[in-house]
Nanobody
Framework: QVQLVESGGGLVQAGGSLRLSCAASGRTFSSYAMVWFRQAPGKERQFVAGVTWNGVMAEYADSVMGRFTISRDNAKNTVYLQMNNLKPEDTAVYYC?????????????????WGQGTQVTVSS
């Protein structure tokens, strides 16, 4: 069993930056791919970024490419999402998720474990 806890959300002005963290419990974290999703009010949960278990490969949604960076520290059981040049349309609840996936599928049902989410609000 893996438990995920997100932190680092908050209110920021457009153009600003935030770094989200997702701390995992459990000894299997280092073998799991990890991803970030987000969900804006009234919208479906969408894939944002993902990283393979060894950090070698990362993927991003087109909307965040070049602005967001996902990384992980397996020694600390933590995955990060560095968000730069934030825009009002990035406002959402951000969730981390993980599981024993060899790839980085973008469907929510592909991921076994989820955090509770952290709110990111970008003002214009």
């Amino acid at each position: 069993q893996v438990q995920l806890v997100e932190s680092g959300g908050g209110l920021v002005q457009a153009g600003g930056s935030l770094r989200l963290s997702c701390a995992a419990s459990g000894r299997t974290f280092s073998s799991y791919a990890m991803v970030w999703f987000r969900q804006a009010p009234g919208k479906e949960r969408q894939f944002v970024a993902g990283v393979t278990w060894n950090g070698v490969m990362a993927e991003y949604a087109d909307s965040v490419m070049g602005r967001f960076t996902i990384s992980r520290d397996n020694a600390k059981n933590t995955v990060y999402l560095q968000m730069n040049n934030l825009k009002p349309e990035d406002t959402a609840v951000y969730y981390c998720a993980g599981g024993p996936s060899f790839g980085l599928p973008r469907a929510t049902y592909s991921w076994n474990y989820w955090g509770q989410g952290t709110q990111v609000t970008v003002s214009s």
